[in-house]
């Protein structure tokens, strides 16, 4: 119940295009979930969160999208970029407690 | 924003030997720092959580004897990794969190190799 599942495991788009990353959850006490991007051989840092009261969040051309009903919520990256090239990780949180991790997903841009 | 930095970034030693790394909240108060050990292409895998001043929690399957966790102040944690073998070469990562119970701030991450 613990687990966040994430897909799709790797991505390859056109630069210019949209970056779609999907994860769904089972515990309903989770109440906040943000997105981590990675660089290799770097820390995770915070890109985008979302609390589940509202359904879409946007900063820049990163789109998070909610769907409370079915337990997923969503990664959009607009007008990809090379430089966006990196693993993305999303996350699930209750209040107080532990981060669970999606299982990551690599992200290709192609120029 | 909040930075997080750990020392050193990467280390390699011999097996049998032990590794020490820190983790440093910069310009915050660090209540809770977490422990993160990550595989090549994997998701990080908690470690242990520790609280200043506390004990640290560890998660199930990690040896407390072998992955020794201090908080002793509000703006640094180490791992001290004990007996060190190959099979614990990895890339380890910490995490800071300071007044908001949901915002954790990522370290560097440090790549231990153990030939």
């Known amino acids: 119940q613990q687990q966040v599942k994430q897909s799709p495991q790797s991505l390859i788009v056109q630069k210019g295009g949209i970056s779609i990353i999907n994860c769904a959850y089972e515990n309903t006490a989770f109440d906040y979930f943000p997105w981590y991007q990675q660089f290799p051989g770097k820390g995770p840092a915070l890109l985008i969160a979302?609390?589940?009261?509202?359904s879409e969040k946007k900063e820049g051309r990163f789109t998070i999208s909610f769907n409370k009903s079915a337990k997923q919520f969503s990664l959009h990256i607009m007008d990809s970029q090379p430089g966006d090239s990196a693993t993305y990780f999303c996350?699930?949180?209750?209040?107080?407690?532990?981060?669970?991790f999606g299982e990551g997903t690599q992200l290709t841009v192609n120029p | 924003g909040a930075v997080v930095s750990q020392h050193p970034s990467r280390v390699i030693c011999k097996s049998g030997t032990s590794v020490k790394i820190e983790c440093r909240s910069l310009d915050f108060q660090a209540t809770t720092m977490f422990w993160y050990r990550q595989f090549p292409k994997q998701s990080l895998m908690l470690m242990a959580t520790s609280n200043e001043g506390s004990k640290a929690t560890y998660e199930q399957g990690v040896e407390k004897d072998k992955f020794l966790i201090n908080h002793a102040s509000l703006t640094l944690s180490t791992l001290t990794v004990t007996s060190a073998h190959p099979e614990d070469s990895s890339f380890y990562i910490c995490s800071a969190s300071g007044g908001s119970i949901h915002e954790q701030y990522f370290g560097p991450g440090t790549r231990l190799t153990v030939t």
């Open positions: 996350a699930a949180q209750t209040s107080g407690s532990r981060l669970t």
């Open positions: 979302i609390r589940p009261d509202v």
